[in-house]
């Protein structure tokens, strides 16, 4: 069976009758048929953009001229022998819609042709921003807070927030201008209460942009004065007797040795200083940096927020009297008793 083309003819006795395919049926045409390029439109097209072009098949004479009889309810328009969009698709809703095309000014007439024209689904849903609106940042700290969405979006600082200026958006993370610091004495919020308030939203990769959020980022204090030692910076040890020296200070603290001339001579057990391997110390055999049995070495508390404070203490080794009688540095005295022989 002969596959036939638009551009065939047959004849029925002397006149020629075109034959045009139209969604797999035949429609004849004596003389000529309207044609439609173009048939798809995306639903958020804005109005007045140009779906087809419509033109004439076959064989006729005259100028055509296009109309809708049937613009599916004011979608569609036709602006000389363009086929506009006119009114709201929404895919959602319909998926196509049929309109009908009359043509006047033809000889032999054109029959009128209806179209399907197919609405292509486009991202009309605006994204949602999950991330909080509030945040919390100690003074003297960079602010990394992550902006999330519920897609994949881009940021942007917006008109409304009070403090805008304060911040910046790196990705998706909110920071303060030149991601710097702040200093909760000496607050440069809008207000000067430290409470700092910036607009932002989110852009999809569709263009659909989010409700603005507002987000208020609140400064605290830091815990800023150093730790005061309240143990003695000066000790007394008896020479062979183990070294217990406890460490104490006005808040809770980590001790670490940082100094001293004879620092190699101690060690730390928790807030406990002693000598290095829990030994001891002999006054007749000093070996302390200069050899005089006072034995120097350097503390640090560090509190919770990471301030510091140093003490040097000097621990004095002390004699012990050693051997029997007497007391340490006295001499033993020896009575002679003597008789006479007989």
């Not at 109005?47 to 006729?60: E, K, P, R, Y």
């Not at 086929?83 to 998926?95: F, I, P, Q």
């Not at 700290?141 to 927030?161: N, R």
């Not at 002999?282 to 003490?311: H, K, M, S």
Request: charged share 15%.
């Amino acid at each position: 069976m002969p596959i036939l083309n638009n551009a065939d003819k047959l004849y029925v006795g002397s006149h020629p009758v075109d034959i045009v395919y139209w969604r797999g049926n035949i429609v004849w045409s004596a003389g000529s048929f309207i044609r439609l390029t173009g048939r798809t439109v995306a639903e958020n097209a804005s109005n007045g953009f140009t779906i087809g072009t419509l033109s004439i098949g076959g064989t006729f004479t005259g100028t055509p001229v296009y109309s809708l009889t049937d613009s599916a309810g004011g979608k569609f328009a036709i602006s000389g022998s363009n086929l506009n969009k006119a009114g709201a698709l929404d895919y959602e809703t319909a998926t196509s819609h049929s309109i009908t095309v009359h043509v006047t000014g033809l000889t032999p007439p054109a029959t009128d042709r209806s179209f399907i024209i197919l609405v292509t689904d486009v991202d009309d849903t605006a994204p949602t921003i999950t991330s909080a609106n509030t945040a919390s940042n100690v003074e003297n700290s960079v602010l990394a807070h992550a902006l999330t969405a519920d897609e994949p979006v881009t940021w942007a600082i917006i008109a409304g927030g009070a403090d805008n200026a304060r911040f910046e958006i790196s990705g998706s993370t909110l920071r303060w201008l030149s991601n710097g610091v702040k200093d909760f004495e000496a607050p440069n919020d809008a207000n000067t209460d430290n409470a700092y308030i910036v607009t932002v939203r989110a852009t999809d990769l569709a263009g659909n942009v989010s409700t603005t959020q507002t987000i208020i980022v609140t400064v605290t204090d830091a815990d800023e004065v150093a730790p005061t030692i309240t143990s003695a910076s000066s000790v007394s040890n008896a020479e062979n007797s183990v070294l217990a020296h406890v460490l104490t200070a006005n808040e809770t603290v980590s001790w670490s040795i940082v100094g001293g001339a004879d620092q190699a001579r101690f060690e730390l057990s928790g807030s406990t200083l002693r000598w290095l391997s829990n030994g001891t110390k002999d006054f007749e055999a000093p070996n302390d940096a200069d050899v005089d049995n006072a034995y120097i070495v350097q503390v640090r508390a560090t509190d919770l927020a990471g301030n510091p404070t140093n003490q040097t203490i000097t621990v004095t080794v002390t004699n012990v009297a050693e051997g029997g009688g007497g007391t340490a540095g006295e001499p033993i005295g020896l009575l002679l008793i003597l008789t006479k022989a007989a």
